[in-house]
Nanobody
Framework: QVQLVESGGGLVQAGDSLRLSCAASGRTFSNYAMGWFRQAPGKERESIAAITWSSTSTYYSDSVKGRFTISRDNAKNTVYLQMNSLKPEDTAVYYC????????????????????WGQGTQVTVSS
């Protein structure tokens, strides 16, 4: 499996931006679809963004669409989540996940589809 390490979380004010990074190692990164998930206190983990290995297809949940952007750099084995116009309800632990998926277009968006997970990074948005 691929190993994942998230970074870039922190404490920001509403309206600010953050960019999360997820560095992968251990396997050929370009064979993997990637996803970003988050879990707020007392809530279930939710899928918020996903991207195919080729960046051909992306997915966003309604809660982040238009504010967050997922991207990847296969040469750097890294996937990013640019978060703009942050809101207090975006406060959560953010996780990246990887799934072997050679499809250019078929996305993986469900939690159970992903066998490899990072340890998470905390994002706190104050009002």
């Amino acid at each position: 499996q691929v190993q994942l390490v998230e970074s870039g979380g922190g404490l920001v004010q509403a309206g600010d931006s953050l960019r999360l990074s997820c560095a992968a190692s251990g396997r050929t990164f370009s064979n993997y679809a990637m996803g970003w998930f988050r879990q707020a206190p007392g809530k279930e983990r939710e899928s918020i963004a996903a991207i195919t290995w080729s960046s051909t297809s992306t997915y966003y949940s309604d809660s982040v669409k238009g504010r967050f952007t997922i991207s990847r750099d296969n040469a750097k084995n890294t996937v990013y989540l640019q978060m703009n116009s942050l809101k207090p309800e975006d406060t959560a632990v953010y996780y990246c996940a990887a799934k072997f998926n050679p499809s250019r277009t078929v996305l993986s968006t469900l939690i159970y589809e992903y066998p490899s997970w990072g340890q998470g990074t905390q994002v706190t948005v104050s009002s």
